[in-house]
């Protein structure tokens, strides 16, 4: 079993930044892929952001530009930088790993982001 905890979320004004960060309690977190999912109230859960064991990272659309994901498997820790941060980024974020066919099977508890004036 990996767990995954999230930290770094609070509140932000619209055009601000935010950096979280997922700390694995397990070495083997560095060969697995892994990601952030968010989901706001009365919308559908979005992969926002993920990224290899190599280190390559593919975004959703909508944070293309503003965000950037990246990792330190030496600290088994990966990290979602957030600029430019919208309204509606607002969301519980979740940081998950180990990709598979039926979807992430690790998950952490999630940590809320708003961004408001």
């Known amino acids: 079993q990996v767990q995954l905890v999230e930290s770094g979320g609070g509140l932000v004004q619209p055009g601000g930044s935010l950096r979280l960060s997922c700390a694995a309690s397990?070495?083997?977190?560095?060969?697995?892929?892994a990601g952030w999912y968010r989901q706001a109230p009365g919308k559908q859960r979005e992969l926002v952001a993920a990224?290899?064991?190599?280190?390559?990272?593919n975004y959703a659309d909508s944070v293309k530009g503003r965000f950037t994901i990246s990792r330190d498997n030496a600290k088994n820790t990966v990290y979602l930088q957030m600029n430019s941060l919208k309204p509606e980024d607002t969301a519980v974020y979740y940081c998950?790993?180990?990709?598979?066919?039926?979807?992430?099977?690790?998950w952490g508890q999630g940590t809320q982001v708003t961004v408001s004036p």
């Open positions: 998950v790993s180990d990709r598979r066919a039926s979807g992430f099977y690790y």
């Open positions: 397990r070495s083997i977190f560095s060969i697995y892929t």
């Open positions: 990224i290899t064991s190599g280190g390559t990272p």
